[in-house]
């Protein structure tokens, strides 16, 4: 009988000793649209935060960091625009005052393919649309970038006050089978 509880000491103690997973992921935070893990500043993958969200968390952090995406590609298309736009006006002025100093002085264009009343009007809707576009394209922009980060820092924030639990689980842990205390 001694010697059935020394074993079954032995054997409880090993399986506590190494039943907590050293590497368990204590608290997180957001930094530059990433997840990383505030002890070792270690961005955390995919897989490893699958692991450490529950099934709600995850699927938000996961349409946080989508929505990521597609607002990224959405500020590429408005800078895209605003350049043109820009570059669309410049280009108007430039013609005009070309054709300006190139032509008699006056206001009135001759007729020609650049030098006249039509081409510095066409340049000038061309960056008006470009400008147009710009502004349509930064609401979506903005929307989908605030949600993201809403997203993010949700989950972020409802998994730092879970973790700051102080819990004691019996079950299957990465090294084996027994009880993790999780703080």
């Known amino acids: 009988m001694k010697r059935f509880f020394i074993l079954f000491a032995a054997l409880f103690i090993s399986m ?13 935070k957001k930094q530059g649209g990433m997840i990383v893990n505030i002890e070792t500043n270690e961005e955390l993958s995919d897989n490893e935060l699958k692991q450490i969200f529950d099934e709600d968390l995850y699927s938000t952090y996961i349409r946080g960091k989508n929505q990521r995406i597609v607002s990224i590609r959405f500020w590429a298309s408005t800078a895209a625009c605003a350049v043109s736009s820009i570059t669309s006006w410049v280009v108007a002025g430039l013609l005009a005052k070309d054709c300006y100093n190139n032509h008699n002085h006056s206001s009135d264009f001759e007729s020609g393919s650049f030098c006249s009343g039509n081409a510095v009007l066409a340049w000038q809707l061309i960056g008006g649309s470009f400008a147009f576009a710009t502004v349509v394209l930064a609401v979506p922009s903005t929307i989908l970038t605030i949600s993201s980060c809403k997203s993010m820092n949700y989950a972020v924030d409802n998994y730092n006050s879970k973790s700051s639990d102080l819990t004691l689980n019996f079950g299957a842990t990465n090294n084996g089978i027994g009880f993790t205390l999780k703080f």
């Open 16 to 28: 506590l000793s190494f039943a907590q997973n050293l590497d368990d992921v204590k608290q997180i």
